[in-house]
């Protein structure tokens, strides 16, 4: 089955991008999702790309996938302590029923 | 308003008191997820629901049992709980374009 695999930390200054990675190993999921976890709550879905798509742009958040590498990124510009948060990769095929990555906890400081 | 809701959000309980997390959405979704989450481990999978009276195990099934007998609730009953089973519970539900709505999670402690 699909495994999705995520760094589980990652720290940077206030006002700097951090780029979260994540890579799959199913080559034929379809849909890839970036959900946001704040602490005591549920999860939120942020952005989601498709398979034929190679970047998407939302405001501060760039998506890019790389499929033939199967790697996802999210860049988040100009990180607020607001950013701070737990944030899940996601893969899905066919079923939709997604595979989610550990998480990476983002930790913004001033 | 679109939501996902559990009950109770917090409880403790003894080992072997059977207990049910109740799980509603009102959003008319087929599909319904249970996930539990642990340090380090992240999301795994309980149990899920394509649509009504139709269920299927997930990665972590043991000790779980669900019920899907409307298309709004999804009830998450632990029939003789264990210490193993301390985690913190979330509940989803899937919308048209494949995305997860979840609930607030609900934090479940067997002593």
């Known amino acids: 089955g699909e495994d999705v695999e995520q760094s589980l930390f990652l720290s940077v200054r206030e006002g700097d991008s951090s780029v979260i990675n994540c890579t799959y190993t199913d080559s034929s999921s379809t849909y890839l999702y970036w959900y946001k976890q704040e602490p005591g709550a549920g999860l939120q879905l942020l952005t989601y790309i498709f398979s034929n798509m190679d970047m998407k742009q939302d405001q501060r958040l760039t998506v890019l996938l790389n499929k033939k590498d199967k790697h996802l990124s999210l860049r988040i510009a100009d990180t607020q302590t607001g950013d701070s948060a737990i944030y899940f990769c996601?893969?899905?095929?066919?079923?939709?029923?997604?595979?989610f990555g550990r998480g990476t906890s983002l930790i913004v400081h001033p | 308003e679109a939501q996902v809701t559990q009950n109770p959000r917090y409880l403790i309980t003894v080992t072997g008191k059977k207990l049910t997390v109740t799980c509603s959405q009102n959003m008319n979704h087929e599909y319904m997820s249970w996930y539990r989450q642990d340090p380090g481990l992240g999301l795994r999978q309980i149990y899920y629901?394509?649509?009504?009276?139709?269920?299927d195990k997930g990665d972590v099934p043991e000790g779980y049992k669900v019920s899907r007998k409307e298309k709004r609730n999804f009830p998450l009953i632990l029939e003789s709980p264990s210490p193993n089973q301390t985690s913190l519970y979330f509940c989803?539900?899937?919308?048209?374009?494949?995305?997860?709505?979840f609930g607030e999670g609900s934090r479940l402690t067997v002593l």
């Open positions: 989803a539900s899937r919308g048209p374009g494949g995305e997860l709505f």
């Open positions: 996601a893969a899905s095929g066919g079923s939709y029923i997604p595979t």
């Open positions: 629901s394509m649509n009504v009276e139709v269920t």
